[in-house]
C-alpha cells in the first residue's frame, strides 16, 4: 500500500529509507474533490500536464488509503480518486500503444510514460525530476514566430516542431519494443526445412554447427531462443527470412520494423469496418503517430461518438454493424483486441446507460456488458 508506514516505523524503531526516496508529508490536494481535479484538467492534455496529474492523484490515492485505513476519510472518496487515478494511468498507456500486463504492476507500467515526461519513482511516489524533464511545448507556441507548435516522434527522438520556421525543441525517446522488458520466446515450429540459408539463420541464434541446427529443425516444435522484444525482433526477422518456421511466446505484438503491429492492425480494421471515420481518423491522428495511435484513443475517440449518435438516431444498420464488429474482437482470440472491445467500446457503451445498446450486442459482448459495474 503506498504511504503507508513500515511495521518498524510504527514502532519507534529507525528506519533509513532508500536513496532518492520520497516521503508524502501531508495531503497534497487538500480539499480538492476527485471531480474539482478532473475539471480543472479539461480536455486535450499535453504529455506533461497528464503526467503531472498522475503524479498528483497518484499521491492523493496514497494519503487516502492511510486515512481510510485509520478511519479518518471515506471509502468513496478514496474510491472516486482510484478511478481518476486509473482513468489517467490508462491515457497514457494508451499514448505509449501499451496495456496492462500479467505480472507487471501499474507503477512499472506507466514507468517509461513517467521517465520520459521528467518524473521519477521514489519508493511509491512520482517525483519531479527537472534534469531529465522534456520541455512542454507540445501544443504551444513557437517562441520565435508565434505560430502554432506540432508534436513529433521520428525514430529515437521526440518534440514539438514549428511548421512555419522550423524553430524545433528535441529529447531521445525509447520506443515501446525498447522498454518492452517482458521475456518472449521463440519457437521452431514443425515443417521447416533444413536449407543452407535455415541452418545458417538457426545456427548463429543457438550459436551451434550445421549438424546441431539440422537436428533443432527437424526436432520441432522446439524452444530455440528467449529474450527481450528487442533481441527477439532481430532473430525473427532473421529466421523468417530464411523460410524457418516459428512461433513466439507470448503474442509478439511489434511488426517487422518494431512498430506496434496491434496498433496498425486494429486501426486498419477500424476503418476497414467504418469508412466514414476516414477523415476524423486523419486529422485526430496526424498530431499524434498516424496508424500506430493507441488503439484506446481511436477507439474511443471516434468509434464511441458515432455509437452515440447512431444510438440517439436509433440507426438499426450501424447499430448491427457496430455490434457485429465488437463481437468480432470479442471473439478474435487476440488479447489486446479483446482489452480494446472490453475496456474502448463496451465500457464506454455500458457508461450510456442506453438499454437499446443491448439489443444489437453479440452473446460474448452482451455477457461482458452484464458483467460490467460501471
Not at 18 to 35: F, H, K, M, R, S
Not at 330 to 358: F, H, P
Request: glycine share 10%; proline share 5%; with cysteine.
Amino acid at each position: 500500500m503506498r504511504g503507508n508506514m513500515s511495521e518498524s516505523a510504527q514502532l519507534g524503531k529507525s528506519v533509513t529509507p532508500p536513496e532518492g526516496a520520497a516521503v508524502l508529508a501531508g495531503d497534497p490536494l487538500l480539499g480538492i474533490t476527485a471531480q474539482d481535479f478532473a475539471d480543472e484538467l479539461g480536455e486535450d492534455l499535453s504529455d506533461h500536464r497528464l503526467a503531472e496529474a498522475i503524479s498528483l492523484a497518484w499521491a492523493k490515492v496514497g494519503n487516502l488509503m492511510h486515512l481510510v485505513e485509520e478511519d479518518d476519510a471515506l471509502g468513496s472518496e478514496l474510491d472516486e480518486w482510484l478511478d481518476l487515478e486509473r482513468e489517467l494511468c490508462r491515457e497514457a498507456l494508451a499514448r505509449d500503444g501499451a496495456t496492462l500486463r500479467e505480472g507487471l504492476s501499474l507503477t512499472e507500467l506507466i514507468a517509461p510514460f513517467m521517465r520520459r515526461n521528467g518524473y521519477r519513482d521514489a519508493c511509491g511516489w512520482w517525483v519531479s525530476d527537472e534534469e531529465n524533464a522534456i520541455p512542454d511545448v507540445a501544443g504551444g507556441i513557437c517562441p520565435e514566430c508565434g505560430a502554432g507548435l506540432k508534436g513529433f516522434v521520428e525514430g529515437s527522438s521526440m518534440g514539438s516542431r514549428c511548421p512555419k520556421c522550423g524553430w524545433s525543441v528535441v529529447t531521445t525517446f525509447a520506443p515501446p519494443i525498447m522498454e518492452d522488458e517482458r521475456g518472449y520466446t521463440i519457437v521452431l515450429v514443425p515443417g521447416g526445412v533444413a536449407s543452407g540459408e535455415a541452418l545458417r539463420a538457426v545456427s548463429r541464434i543457438a550459436m551451434c554447427n550445421f549438424v546441431e541446427a539440422r537436428r533443432l529443425i527437424a526436432g520441432a516444435p522446439i524452444e530455440l531462443f528467449t529474450g527481450f522484444a528487442a533481441e527477439v525482433l532481430t532473430h525473427k526477422n532473421n529466421l523468417e527470412a530464411a523460410g524457418v518456421p516459428i512461433e513466439v511466446h507470448p503474442n509478439f505484438p511489434y511488426d517487422e520494423d518494431g512498430r506496434l503491429a496491434n496498433e496498425v492492425r486494429l486501426n486498419g480494421l477500424l476503418l476497414a469496418k467504418f469508412p466514414e471515420l476516414k477523415g476524423k481518423f486523419e486529422d485526430y491522428t496526424s498530431w499524434q503517430d498516424g496508424m500506430e495511435t493507441g488503439c484506446f484513443l481511436t477507439y474511443e475517440d471516434l468509434l464511441l461518438p458515432l455509437a452515440r449518435q447512431a444510438l440517439d438516431k436509433r440507426d438499426e444498420a450501424l447499430l448491427t454493424r457496430l455490434g457485429a464488429f465488437i463481437e468480432q474482437l470479442m471473439t478474435s482470440g487476440d488479447d489486446y483486441a479483446i482489452n480494446v472491445a472490453t475496456v474502448g467500446l463496451i465500457e464506454g457503451l455500458k457508461a450510456y446507460g442506453n438499454q437499446l445498446v443491448r439489443s444489437f450486442l453479440g452473446p460474448i459482448s452482451l455477457k461482458e456488458f452484464d458483467t460490467l459495474i460501471y
